[in-house]
């Protein structure tokens, strides 16, 4: 599976959100602006003109792939009644995506089964570990893949399903233990008898790293994630021990440690970088990879904005372009 990669062989995505239904009910009237912005709405949220202007840019700046996450903003012939208003039909999705072919640029999708992030699953998201939740995800991957024509890779999600990320929320569902495994487990089996090789963020290896690489099938591809400038191995975020119900012990998580521990553990990586904090992320991103991450193993780059496709975020999403455009040139 493994083979050298020169850089015109190396992933150099964008992460665009179809839909932005990220978060779940939240208790509280004043949200922070990041989490305001993924809050629920049951309408889409994403504009043609800017998108239609964003492909030509991608194209333009080297890139080579797109990573849709659908969500609920396709009116699914398996579960319309997940969908938006103003969804996409299959038919529509279809032409978005070859457009994307005719540019150059692969089309992968993403859906993100983890808990905190479930709420585009509608009724679903209130079933999970559930004959209904299984059945809905078999059919959503199944119908994607089909949409998509049977792409390479499909985009799972499974990033942050913590306490600590749910704090804002009215109704807390987090898996633990063999059962977060088992439902994990479950959806890879669901993309790759569909012929697709599974993708997943890699944050669970910052809470669980002994019983992930105990777990985690080399087969997954892995994309880990740190958005600040310095990439510093001995970066140090402090929280608290998802699986201690006192929340009296805490764990120091290495965000940048992981990209070093996921490389010596032999997985392959496409390693995300983002300007929602700093313009310069890409850059650093990129040349900490090509200090540190084998070419076996280096699948490519991903960039995200973490901004919905609207006009008021039209400056966010250029920039982006141009942030891993350049870190393409000087890889």
């Given at each position: 599976m493994n083979t050298q990669r020169d850089k015109s062989s190396l992933i150099w995505g964008n992460l665009v959100h179809l839909s932005m239904n990220l978060w779940f009910d939240c208790g509280l009237k004043n949200l922070p602006p990041r989490t305001r912005a993924g809050h629920y709405q049951p309408y889409l949220r994403f504009d043609f003109k800017l998108w239609h202007d964003l492909i030509p840019a991608m194209k333009k700046a080297g890139l080579n792939m797109v990573v849709l996450d659908l969500g609920d903003a396709v009116r699914y012939r398996s579960h319309p009644e997940i969908a938006v208003k103003n969804a996409l039909s299959p038919r529509r999705l279809r032409e978005e995506l070859a457009r994307l072919r005719d540019n150059g640029l692969e089309?992968?999708?993403?859906?993100?089964?983890?808990?905190?992030?479930?709420?585009?699953?509608?009724?679903?998201?209130?079933?999970?570990?559930?004959?209904?939740?299984?059945?809905?995800?078999?059919?959503?991957?199944?119908?994607?893949?089909?949409?998509?024509?049977?792409?390479?890779?499909?985009?799972?999600?499974?990033?942050?399903?913590?306490?600590?990320?749910?704090?804002?929320?009215?109704?807390?569902?987090?898996?633990?233990?063999?059962?977060?495994?088992?439902?994990?487990?479950?959806?890879?089996?669901?993309?790759?008898?569909?012929?697709?090789?599974?993708?997943?963020?890699?944050?669970?290896?910052?809470?669980?790293?002994?019983?992930?690489?105990?777990?985690?099938?080399?087969?997954?591809?892995?994309?880990?994630?740190?958005?600040?400038?310095?990439?510093?191995?001995?970066?140090?975020?402090?929280?608290?021990?998802?699986?201690?119900?006192?929340?009296?012990?805490?764990?120091?998580?290495?965000?940048v440690q992981a990209y070093l521990s996921l490389e010596k553990h032999g997985y392959d990586q496409v390693l995300t970088g983002s300007n929602v904090t700093r313009p310069d992320n890409m850059q650093a991103t990129v040349d900490f990879a090509s200090k540190n991450i084998g070419r076996k193993r280096l699948y490519g780059f991903l960039m995200t904005t973490w901004r919905a496709m609207l006009p008021e975020n039209k400056k966010r999403h250029f920039e982006a372009i141009a942030q891993i455009g350049n870190a393409k040139e000087n890889e």
């Open positions: 089309p992968v999708p993403k859906l993100n089964f983890a808990t905190t992030h479930g709420i585009w699953l509608g009724p679903y998201s209130r079933m999970v570990s559930t004959k209904a939740y299984y059945k809905v995800c078999r059919d959503l991957i199944e119908e994607v893949t089909d949409l998509f024509d049977g792409p390479r890779l499909f985009h799972l999600g499974m990033d942050e399903e913590t306490a600590a990320n749910q704090i804002y929320r009215q109704l807390v569902v987090i898996r633990q233990f063999d059962l977060w495994w088992h439902d994990l487990y479950f959806l890879f089996d669901q993309v790759r008898r569909n012929g697709s090789r599974p993708w997943i963020w890699s944050d669970y290896e910052w809470y669980h790293a002994q019983d992930f690489y105990r777990h985690m099938p080399k087969y997954v591809l892995q994309s880990n994630w740190w958005y600040y400038t310095k990439l510093d191995p001995k970066t140090t975020l402090v929280r608290c021990n998802p699986q201690d119900h006192n929340q009296d012990k805490l764990l120091k998580l290495k965000p």
